[in-house]
């Protein structure tokens, strides 16, 4: 940030018109992100690759049968066995689920499974649009009525709808439960941080007003722009723009701080802190910006859309933290650091505190440091094979008991798979019968349950149900079986559909945006790390730290969900997640440390301005590491294994790269490769000025 840019921001009477400013946006975003909850989109098409064949079913599909009907499947129990009085109870609650008014279609005929002790009735119910948020109370409404006069037999809600129910309880309240979490740590974190009963209100507030503007933008382009915002990414958005924003503010107020020290007037401080800590920041808000837009290369419209959600999150924190909270920060002078004021000349606390002493001890032996922490970070890695991101079944993506899930494991233990989940073939009405006898004959599939409905606008319908759990690997084997087969029938133009294929092309999609987003994101960090530092080595260097601390954050993650947590998988998007989560994220702390290293590296040489730059930034970035880990531990909170996963891995890969790897492993290497790191600029040809611990003054 240019000097005199900065001078505006800090001026004595320009700061005023931005307090005046963020109130107005803060009364006009108000009411609007409120309503952000009402543009989101979770039905199923917007969480799906939107060119996968099992997508273009839904779409035909949408001609036989409303997208918004999801079959209920009613699960009755006894151990004993199915007594005449049981089966005389299921056909009377068929009747009471036949005048349902959400029924749409029919219900089915009790089905008794084989060994005589479960039954099941399936209800297509009609549940309108964003019906997920009331899928409970219709859940609730059939497991009342199947339980009344049931006898002792067990009664369970499963099926899709109970899929859903369980989901829309699981969701319930997220918005408001995570915002609370969240904080509660930010502000915790930020009291131990500055020891000032005060000081903490300032970044809270910047944080609030940032996530309201944001929301209140998210919430016109979702309505007016066709921007696609969920539940999933709605969450994120708070969590994300209280760590990052609350991070922006941590580095300014440290180096505010610091300029008070040195400048009578708080006005200057602020000037010389925005123009000093100013480019950083603008640097790694560009970075995770277009690290999240890298997103919108993917093929999964869940993640797709996150990438502009999370982007604007991070670009409207940013115009707070650097307008807002500097003129806050200004107006209320030296006492809002109150009992620890900064005063002009006093001594300042980085230069003999804690990371100088580490920087001191790294600095005795820094090839050794860097060799040995390199390999005990790679040896971690090792544990992404036990990770298993191949997605979560049902019965893995809850954590805790649900209703629905019991109800698979139900007709599993009696050998029947939930008669609500078919598998859905379309294709050409005039191939009909032989895509009916394709289906009849795949393996894997009950031919009894084979029906082919009337075709419908030139589409042939057929659908079967699968003789394994839909959420197998078997049930994906007799996926791609089907597939085989109905492809190769000519002319037909078949496509398989149904819960399973969603499942087994989200997989597949998965793979595919992580292998191609990866890379994008790794040439955008290593682009803007080269035109920031002015250097090719260093970019280099710190992108491969980055690598190797997402690799032992993901290994040690999986070891941990499997051995300690007992979760054994992870969704398919998890890996894409946590990588470009700790990559935009965590390269912020090798530009905040680098930045400060290169500036003092005009005046000391490269190998002291390592030692430097790490006593005056090692405290603010743990600081900053410690609020970030600690908002996105807030996701691990939720009855969601998914966001469980996300929030550790998250929150541990941070704090493994503020407290390791950006301050140990990179000071390390500075050290070490000393200015040639700066290559091919000028200050690779300084010559570096030799290091003694007692040597370190902060300039």
Same mark, same amino acid.
């Given at each position: ?358 920087? $001191? ?5 820094? =090839?050794?440091?860097?060799? @040995?922490? &390199?390999?005990?970070? %790679?040896? +971690?890695? *090792? /544990? ?89 690997? $078997? ?5 791609? =079986?089907?597939?085989?087969? @109905?492809? &190769?029938?000519?002319? %037909?133009? +078949?496509? *398989? /559909? ?103 590296? &005009? ?97």
């Amino acid at each position: 940030m240019t000097r005199s840019v900065a001078g505006l921001i800090a001026g004595r009477w320009v700061k005023y018109v931005f307090v005046v400013f963020w109130l107005a946006v803060v009364v006009v975003a108000a009411p609007l992100s409120q309503k952000l909850s009402d543009a989101e989109k979770n039905d199923t098409k917007s969480w799906l690759p939107g060119g996968a064949e099992s997508v273009q079913v839904l779409t035909v599909q949408a001609g036989f049968t409303s997208p918004d009907t999801l079959p209920a499947v009613v699960v009755y129990e006894r151990p004993a066995g199915l007594t005449d009085a049981d089966k005389g109870k299921l056909a009377d609650d068929a009747k009471a689920f036949a005048a349902l008014p959400e029924l749409d279609g029919k219900v089915s005929e009790p089905r008794v499974t084989a060994d005589g002790k479960a039954a099941q009735l399936v209800v297509p119910l009609n549940i309108g649009k964003d019906g997920w948020k009331k899928a409970g109370d219709i859940a609730d409404r059939l497991r009342a009525t199947a339980e009344s006069g049931a006898g002792g037999m067990a009664v369970h809600i499963t099926g899709p709808l109970g899929n859903a129910a369980d989901s829309g309880k699981a969701f319930a309240g997220i918005d408001t439960n995570l915002l609370a979490s969240t904080v509660v740590v930010v502000v915790v974190i930020l009291l131990v941080t500055y020891r000032s009963p005060i000081l903490w209100l300032l970044p809270v507030v910047s944080s609030g007003v940032a996530l309201l503007a944001a929301q209140a933008v998210i919430y016109l382009l979702a309505r007016h722009a066709g921007l696609v915002v969920n539940a999933q990414s709605a969450g994120i958005l708070t969590v994300l723009v209280f760590g990052a924003g609350t991070d922006y503010a941590l580095l300014l107020i440290a180096r505010y701080r610091e300029e008070l020290r040195r400048h009578e007037d708080r006005h200057e401080a602020m000037t010389e802190a925005l123009h000093r800590a100013g480019p950083a920041i603008v640097a790694s808000a560009a970075t995770v910006v277009l690290g999240m837009l890298c997103l919108t290369f993917a093929d999964t419209n869940a993640t797709k859309g996150l990438g502009p959600v999370a982007a604007i999150g991070i670009a409207v924190g940013l115009a707070v933290m650097l307008t807002l909270l500097p003129v806050l920060l200004t107006i209320c002078g030296r006492w809002i650091f109150w009992p620890l004021r900064p005063k002009v000349g006093s001594p300042e606390p980085t230069t003999t505190g804690l990371w100088a002493r580490i920087g $001191a001890r790294i600095g005795r032996r820094p =090839r050794s440091v860097w060799l @040995v922490t &390199a390999a005990i970070l %790679a040896l +971690a890695t *090792v /544990g992404v094979v036990q990770l298993g991101a191949t997605g979560l079944t049902n019965k893995e993506s809850f954590r805790g008991t649900q209703d629905s899930v019991v109800g698979e494991e139900v007709l599993a233990r009696h050998g029947a798979a939930a008669a609500g989940t078919p598998v859905v073939v379309i294709g050409a009405a005039a191939k009909s019968g032989e895509i009916e006898s394709a289906v009849a004959a795949t393996e894997g599939l009950d031919p009894r349950t084979v029906l082919a409905v009337p075709p419908i606008g030139g589409h042939a319908y057929v659908t079967a149900f699968l003789t394994s759990q839909p959420d197998s690997d $078997a049930a994906n084997a007799t996926i791609d =079986r089907l597939r085989d087969r @109905v492809h &190769a029938i000519p002319g %037909a133009e +078949a496509k *398989v /559909g149904g819960t399973t294929a969603i499942n087994l092309d989200v997989q597949r999609a998965a793979a595919r945006d992580r292998n191609l987003i990866i890379p994008i994101v790794l040439a955008v960090v290593l682009l803007i790390l080269v035109l920031l530092l002015r250097s090719i080595v260093a970019p280099l260097v710190l992108i491969a730290t980055v690598v190797l601390s997402f690799g032992a954050a993901l290994g040690i993650s999986a070891l941990v969900f499997r051995h300690v947590f007992g979760y054994h998988g992870a969704d398919t998007s998890f890996p894409l997640y946590v990588f470009v989560f700790l990559v935009a994220l965590g390269i912020d702390y090798n530009i905040f440390l680098m930045t400060r290293v290169r500036e003092e590296s &005009a005046k000391h040489g490269t190998r002291r301005a390592a030692l430097v730059g790490l006593a005056a930034t090692g405290g603010v970035i743990t600081s900053a590491g410690l609020v970030l880990a600690g908002t996105f531990a807030v996701l691990a909170t939720l009855p969601l294994t998914a966001f469980a996963e996300i929030g550790f891995a998250v929150a541990f890969g941070v704090l493994l790269d503020t407290i390791i790897v950006r301050s140990v492993l990179v000071t390390a290497l500075n050290l070490d490769v000393g200015r040639h790191m700066w290559w091919p600029s000028a200050l690779s040809k300084a010559a570096d000025q030799p290091v003694e611990a007692q040597e370190l003054v902060h300039s």
